[in-house]
């Protein structure tokens, strides 16, 4: 059974850090491109962030380039999501995903499996 689990949300200010982490188990992680989404109240999902188990090649939404960074520790199965200068526009909930596609990882329907979700908050 797969399972992937977020930590690391809160609430902070504008200009904070955070970092989440995902915890992933029952897959052979160093063999899943993990993205990261993220779904706003009242709005959709969208892409975030990813990272290929193939090479590690990294992918952004371009609000997001320069100011996140995605990481993963294959020895820990874990994927990271480093967010710096955050804005109030980047509060929602975050979710971690999983996939053993290399292509179209910025596509929510190329994903397997989901966590749960972590809110993160910011205050202006």
């Known amino acids: 059974q797969v399972q992937l689990v977020e930590s690391g949300g809160g609430l902070v200010q504008a200009g904070d850090s955070l970092r989440l982490s995902c915890a992933a188990s029952?897959?052979?992680?160093?063999?899943?491109?993990m993205g990261w989404f993220r779904q706003a109240p009242g709005k959709e999902r969208e892409f975030v962030a990813s990272?290929?188990?193939?090479?590690?090649?990294?992918n952004y939404r371009d609000s997001v380039e320069g100011r996140f960074t995605i990481s993963r520790d294959n020895a820990k199965n874990t994927v990271y999501l480093q967010m710096n200068s955050l804005k109030p526009e980047d509060t929602a909930v975050y979710y971690c995903?999983?996939?053993?596609?290399?292509?179209?990882?910025?596509?929510?329907?190329?994903?397997?499996?989901w966590g749960q979700g972590t809110q993160v908050t910011v205050s202006s």
């Open positions: 995903s999983a996939t053993p596609s290399v292509g179209s990882t910025n596509r929510e329907a190329t994903y397997d499996y």
């Open positions: 990272v290929t188990w193939k090479g590690g090649f990294t």
């Open positions: 029952g897959l052979i992680f160093s063999t899943y491109t």
